[in-house]
């Protein structure tokens, strides 16, 4: 309380200064550095990277050694030049080894890879982790370290985490996480996995009883396979898959207390599974195939309850042609239907089968709000041998910025509003045929335009299509 109250008065004295420019007071204003309290100055330093906030300690006496018990640090091993590394050591030594228990941790962040030594024997690294659960840390990420493996055990036995990152785990060297550890204060998890397979990473998430937060990048699948995922307390799920194994093909999902999907996913992958409280979902698919059509259709079927909605869609760059919709089935094929989706964002080829689609989303998504379309196409389209240009042009509406690239419309829960978007989609659409007569009550008549929006939209936040 008596730290706040200070950052407060130093904030009113400092806007005083500033207010009274040119004044003949204004020195008897003004404060210096030697009159904030070590508290507020701590907390400053906290913000810098570890290696400027050492830097301080020649400023004065006094700053010698308040870079120290700075609650944040850093140790970024290619800061310094290999031919330093006894500064480097020196640094670690006087804020973490020698730091009293009195002043906690809050945040370690260590990326040694550069230092053989430290490749080739964990036992520093372990020191520094022995250390940091000493003083109740609470946030770790590393990266680029092989030793994460070595050291898996030190780091589950830091029972403060709130949140932890690390890097590929090798499984040449892995035979499993360990197990009968005591993060049950553990919200935020990252993983970066090479080759791991459902049962090490089932164990790992069954044991995380208080995890909510999981960011999970799959590199290679080359040898196992992860069939599934299983939490009952993921509320939001980041996966990105980078695997072209055939055999890994088929997700699925058992996250009763989802919120927030984000998927990348280079190729295609057939999830499904159940995310009944499931609010918003982004998906960006890479180097989708044609084939890949009606499981794309089924996905979208088993997140169809959301409220916001962001689908990314990319060919393989061998198509000559746009791939059939990823919406557009004919009545009666399992369209899927949304009936809580307010907000709406597509990034894809928009040809013109997919204007179709987008009439058709307009009439099974009833409580629909706003719709953002962005046409994207790889321009190699336009020069590879057997590809037509034309084929890959835009049908979108033009914009208010003159061209076709954007649209972004509001207010499509007023009737007029939403007929209006709909003949408008249909004048660039080439197709004779159309399935759905309009059905929507008439409203008074307002305001209404097609637009580029250079931001994302008020209440799509998770949508990136800009």
């Known amino acids: 309380m008596a730290s706040s109250s200070s950052s407060t ?27 904030l309290p070590d508290e507020l ?54 804020a973490l080894i020698r730091r009293s228990p009195s ?29 940091a659960r000493s003083l109740g840390l609470r946030h770790l990420t590393i990266e680029n370290s092989c030793n994460v493996v070595r050291v898996l055990p030190t780091i589950f036995s830091i029972d403060s985490l709130e949140s932890l990152s690390l890097p590929i785990i090798i499984p040449y060297q ?27 990473l089932h164990q790992l998430l069954s044991e995380l009883c208080s995890l909510e937060d999981l960011y999970l990048h799959i590199k290679s699948m080359d040898r196992f396979i992860i069939s599934s995922l299983s939490s009952q307390t993921i509320r939001k799920l980041h996966l990105t898959i980078g695997t072209r194994n055939p055999e890994f093909n088929t997700l699925r999902l058992f996250l009763p207390s989802l919120e927030l999907f984000h998927l ?7 999830i499904h599974g159940e995310v009944p409280l ?69 990034g894809r080829c928009f040809h013109e089968h997919d204007i179709e689609a987008v009439i058709m989303m307009l009439h099974e998504c009833p409580v629909l709000e706003s719709v953002k379309l962005v046409h994207e196409v790889r321009k190699s389209h336009h020069t590879e041998i057997g590809m037509k240009a034309k084929d890959w042009e835009s049908k979108l509406p ?57 931001g994302p939209p008020v209440g799509f936040g998770i949508c990136d299509l800009c």
């Not at 308040?66 to 006087?94: R, T």
């Open 9 to 35: 008065a130093i904030a009113m004295n400092l806007e005083t200064v500033f207010q009274d420019q040119g004044s003949p007071k204004k020195k008897a204003n003004q404060i210096s550095l030697s009159d």
């Open 174 to 200: 892995f035979n499993g996480f360990p197990s009968g550890f005591g993060l049950t204060c553990l919200r935020s998890l990252s993983l970066r996995l090479y080759q791991i397979d459902s049962a090490k």
């Open 41 to 94: 100055i701590i907390t400053i330093l906290s913000l810098l990277p570890t290696r400027t906030a050492a830097r301080t300690s020649v400023l004065c006496r006094r700053f010698h050694h308040l870079w120290e018990a700075s609650p944040s640090l850093q140790f970024i091993s290619k800061d310094f030049a290999l031919a330093k590394i006894d500064h480097f050591v020196a640094m670690v030594d006087h």
């Open 278 to 346: 499931l609010k918003r979902a982004l998906i960006s698919l890479y180097e989708v195939h044609a084939e890949d059509v009606n499981a794309v259709t089924k996905m979208l079927n088993c997140i169809s309850h959301v409220e916001e909605l962001s689908l990314r869609v990319k060919e393989y760059w061998g198509e000559k042609n746009p791939i059939p919709s990823f919406i557009l089935l004919k009545p009666g094929n399992n369209m899927p239907n949304f009936p809580n989706l307010k907000h709406l964002g597509v």
């Open 264 to 270: 990348e996913n280079l190729g295609f992958l057939h």
């Open 103 to 131: 002043q906690p941790l809050q945040s370690l962040r260590l990326e040694l890879s550069r230092y053989q030594v430290f490749l080739r024997h964990n036992s520093f690294v372990c020191s520094l982790l022995v250390q």
């Open 398 to 454: 033009l914009n208010d910025d003159g061209n076709y690239r954007y649209a972004y419309c509001t207010n499509l829960h007023l009737g007029e509003n939403r007929k209006e978007l709909v003949e408008l989609l249909r004048k660039r659409s080439t197709s004779k045929s159309f399935f759905f007569e309009d059905k929507m009550e008439s409203s008074p008549p307002t305001f209404f335009e097609i637009k580029c929006h250079k």
